[in-house]
């Protein structure tokens, strides 16, 4: 059998050993804070400025800002000039699609013209799309909200079209001016021009 007994512990080393260890950890965690500032939240952004509205050009916008933020993105959609329509509750449910220089119409420019063209080529579509079980304009709003996505109606153009935010959907982001949306795209990966 051992004779040896431990040796108690200098109370005085220990503690330093506790000091330097805790300064470590507080130097470690400052390092870690500059790191996630610098790196931001991971959150991806995405702005969208939505300029058209027809009824074929509010698809691509509402879609790709309610799909990126299902996936957890942070999304603008800042909408001008004749893409506020788009955020119009009455004018949103009767915007038309243009069948005059539209590559994809299978009918010469001169058919096209016709005054009835446009609602005929509209009423194909909404016909495709109930039949598809594509989702609406006002759905995919409602979805876009819902889901986060911020839809700003530009303040000058609510001024020039003389429209009031009224007029616009609930939740809509009014007062909104040019000077916002640069802001966020700046910080944004990724900026669209629809």
């Given at each position: 059998m051992s004779t040896d007994t431990p040796q108690s512990p200098d109370p005085a080393a220990n503690a330093e050993e506790v000091a330097d260890l805790q300064a470590?950890?507080?130097?470690?965690?400052?390092?870690?804070?500059?790191?996630?500032?610098?790196?931001?939240?991971?959150?991806?952004?995405?702005?969208?400025?939505?300029?058209?509205g027809t009824f074929d050009m509010a698809y691509p916008p509402l879609i790709l800002a309610s799909t990126a933020a299902a996936f957890g993105w942070d999304v603008v959609v800042?909408?001008?000039?004749?893409?506020?329509?788009?955020?119009?509750?009455?004018?949103?449910?009767?915007?038309?699609?243009?069948?005059?220089?539209?590559?994809?119409?299978?009918?010469?420019?001169?058919?096209?013209?016709?005054p009835f063209m446009d609602s005929m080529a509209t009423k194909m579509m909404e016909k495709k799309i109930d039949e598809q079980g594509t989702a609406t304009i006002e759905e995919l709003i409602e979805m876009s909200l819902d889901t986060g996505v911020d839809l700003q109606a530009c303040q000058m153009t609510m001024e020039l079209m003389d429209y009031d935010e009224a007029e616009m959907y609930d939740d809509v982001t009014t007062g909104v001016g040019a000077a916002t949306a640069l802001e966020h795209m700046a910080d944004a990966d990724i900026q669209l021009l629809v």
């Open positions: 470590r950890i507080d130097e470690l965690e400052e390092e870690l804070s500059a790191v996630k500032s610098e790196v931001g939240d991971g959150q991806k952004k995405m702005t969208i400025i939505a300029t058209k800042f909408h001008t000039f004749w893409g506020l329509d788009i955020l119009h509750e009455e004018k949103s449910k009767n915007l038309k699609m243009s069948a005059v220089g539209n590559p994809s119409m299978p009918m010469p420019n001169a058919i096209a013209s016709l």
